[in-house]
């Protein structure tokens, strides 16, 4: 167990609404992820975190926005969802060990957006 | 962006049979990881292999960088062993942002 938890596990909402997922780690590491998975693919890599208030996009970060104010909390957020978004999104965390990086990943989130 | 491709995309196993699972990738990396994604969702880390070979009880990994492939071997399977096998890298250039291939979902069969 990595002391990932995701909130909530499972969301329906409407078009154009919008949409905060929570991720949060009792492991004070550095980075944290969030990631999208869509049937038959991998993970993609939405958002990350590389410390408090510093963040990058990742490879599919249009219509998605983050903010870390705090070690422990990674936030998500849809300003206006669209049925394009429905997925499972999950968090990841990971520490610098090396110049290494093993990731652990949380439970996950099913959102549908309807 | 760097290429992951996973082989075969699915397979499908007796009880008890050993299977072979290929992950290539298409430019230097710094880390590699293999997960087992079980049928609730869930992604277990089976092992963190930039290099070199592991080995976890029926579960073992080869990494050969230089030639820019993983493998994960899985022996006398079991049942439990069904779910969706994904590798990721970690490419040297963009350290910390992992590539995801898009998986192979193995069935074993009682």
């Known amino acids: 167990d990595a002391g990932i938890t995701q909130s909530p596990r499972h969301k329906v909402t409407e078009t154009g609404t919008p949409v905060t997922l929570r991720c949060h780690q009792t492991e004070n590491h550095r980075y944290m992820y969030w990631y999208r998975q869509d049937p038959g693919h991998g993970l993609r890599l939405i958002h990350y975190?590389?410390?408090?208030?510093?963040?990058d996009k990742g490879e599919v970060s249009d219509g998605y926005s983050v903010s870390r104010s705090k070690t422990e909390d990674f936030l998500l957020t849809l300003e206006s969802a669209t049925s394009s978004q429905t997925s499972v999104y999950f968090c990841?965390?990971?520490?610098?060990?090396?110049?290494?990086?093993?990731?652990?990943f949380g439970p996950g989130t099913r959102l549908t957006v309807t | 962006g760097i290429q992951v491709e996973q082989s075969p995309p699915d397979l499908i196993l007796q009880e008890g049979a050993n299977s072979t699972l290929r992950c290539n990738f298409s430019?230097?990396?710094?880390?590699l990881q293999w997960f087992h994604q079980n049928p609730w969702g869930q992604l277990i880390n089976l092992f963190y292999?930039?290099?070199g070979t592991k080995q976890n009880g029926r579960l073992s990994a080869t990494t050969v960088a230089t030639e820019r492939y993983s493998l994960l071997y899985i022996s006398s399977s079991q049942t439990t062993d069904s779910g969706v096998y994904f590798c990721?890298?970690?490419?040297?250039?963009?350290?910390?942002?992992?590539?995801f291939g898009d998986g192979t979902t193995l069935t074993v069969k009682p």
């Open positions: 990841a965390i990971s520490e610098s060990q090396g110049g290494s990086y093993e990731q652990y």
């Open positions: 292999i930039p290099s």
């Open positions: 430019d230097s990396v710094n880390n």
């Open positions: 975190s590389y410390g408090v208030k510093d963040t």
């Open positions: 990721a890298v970690e490419r040297r250039t963009n350290a910390g942002k992992s590539t």
